[in-house]
């Protein structure tokens, strides 16, 4: 064959693979990122992270998100722990703020997110509890939450009564619920981690009675036991229990019976966190009007104020290959359209601490209660695990055992403080 013709062949050959390469498209167009993403198995957190992740992908169509669960509790925190120590933690994972969050070494294993512009729209009450050493390390996912007693708004109706903003109010409600064949008030200790509330929930009123409890307590100066303000949430326990005011199963009943019968008017009050809200909401929308919320009182009723939980949040690890995509959706959590998908995917608890995100005007009544607390000046403030590392894994144990009266108030408080002697000694703290 002449070699004319062959070079016309080859030419015509190549020309050929140029147009159907180009038909089907960049030959090296890059493969989308997928991020890993680890959550809590909450009812919650499920919807909210899939939801946020759909949306996210939407805008992003070069990233991908796999959204993978992991168990609560001492187990999800021992698997967090030892997936950041191995290096293989997921590009991004939601994790609790507070003394949690300072006990998986932030500086040493989170990238830090302190020059991110979109840290500028996270309210700095969120920030100082996921900061480390003065670097802010994450973003806040969900709402912040109170403390305090769900309560039968009906109940109160019919009896009568009005909200309660000292103990001994609260406790003479509690005596007219009962004469009325009510149960007064609902413990679930099959749940081991609901028996906490009483005492973890009275924080904002130890704090009223000894502002530098807190430090005192991180230094080593200060205890449970010996506190007079400290101790009373032990006490408390011990008082609902002896006043015969708990439902018959207290020890056999779960969070969901506690739900149910605060929902069907079995029981009047239920001493719980507001996340809860979200599933009263699924699961008993016909009833969440009936549902309100107020503070765990003390001994002032001028002193009247709520103990707050800061959201979760999202975070970074340093071992993450794809860091820029991952600050990318934390940007995307921590706006206004990020808040909008949550209140969409599981409704409201509290307020959100991003800027610009509002609650819709049908919120729940037991939300609206929870506003005025954060309104008002001193009306709340963190509980204890948020402005102290230090917080025993045994707390929901020990409560347990004060709650059914197999323990006196001061032994638990006595043991709760030597459970704690463990998790500060661990953290290297000084004065330990």
């Not at 899939?50 to 999800?76: M, W, Y």
């Not at 990238?111 to 009450?125: G, H, I, Q, R, W």
């Not at 009896?159 to 001994?168: E, F, I, R």
Request: net charge negative; hydrophobic share 40%; charged share 20%.
């Amino acid at each position: 064959m002449p070699i004319h013709t062959t070079r016309r062949l080859l030419l015509g050959a190549v020309a050929g693979l140029a147009l159907s390469l180009t038909a089907m498209g960049p030959v090296f167009a890059q493969d989308p990122v997928t991020l890993s993403f680890l959550i809590d198995n909450g009812a919650q957190t499920i919807p909210v992270a899939q939801k946020l992740a759909a949306a996210f992908e939407a805008q992003n169509p070069g990233i991908k998100i796999d959204v993978e669960s992991r168990p609560g509790g001492t187990e999800g925190d021992n698997l967090i722990k030892t997936r950041l120590a191995t290096g293989e933690m997921t590009d991004i994972f939601l994790y609790n703020s507070g003394s949690l969050f300072q006990a998986i070494n932030p500086q040493q294993n989170l990238v830090d997110l302190t020059d991110e512009p979109y840290e500028a729209n996270v309210l700095d009450s969120f920030k100082k509890v996921v900061s480390s050493d003065g670097r802010v390390y994450g973003v806040p996912i969900q709402t912040a939450m109170g403390g305090g007693v769900l309560y039968n708004k009906k109940i109160y109706a019919d009896l009568g009564l009005s909200v309660p903003k000292t103990w001994a109010e609260f406790m003479a409600n509690n005596a007219k619920i009962k004469a009325a064949g009510k149960t007064a008030v609902i413990q679930t200790f099959k749940d081991t981690w609901t028996s906490q509330l009483f005492v973890l929930g009275d924080f904002y009123n130890v704090q009223a009675a000894e502002p530098d409890f807190a430090e005192k307590y991180t230094a080593n100066q200060a205890k449970f036991a010996t506190s007079p303000a400290a101790v009373k949430g032990f006490q408390h326990q011990e008082d609902v229990l002896k006043g015969g005011y708990l439902n018959a199963d207290y020890g056999a009943a779960t969070y969901e019976d506690g739900l149910r019968m605060l929902s069907a008017g079995e029981g009047a009050h239920y001493p719980m966190l507001t996340f809860a809200i979200a599933a009263l909401q699924q699961n008993y929308p016909d009833n969440l009007k009936d549902i309100g919320f107020f503070a765990l009182p003390g001994d002032d009723a001028a002193k009247n104020g709520l103990t707050a939980w800061m959201p979760a949040g999202l975070f970074i690890p340093k071992t993450s290959e794809h860091q820029e995509e991952a600050k990318k959706f934390l940007a995307f959590v921590a706006s206004t359209a990020g808040c909008d998908i949550q209140t969409e995917a599981v409704g409201v608890t509290g307020p959100y601490l991003v800027k610009g995100c509002a609650l819709p005007a049908d919120a729940p009544p037991s939300v609206t209660d929870l506003l005025p607390y954060f309104e008002k000046a001193d009306g709340n403030a963190p509980a204890l695990e948020f402005v102290s590392p230090i917080k025993g894994p045994a707390l929901e144990q020990i409560t347990v055992e004060v709650g059914s009266g197999i323990r006196p108030p001061a032994d638990g408080a006595a043991l709760y403080d030597e459970d704690v002697r463990k998790q500060a000694q661990q953290l290297g703290l000084p004065g330990w």
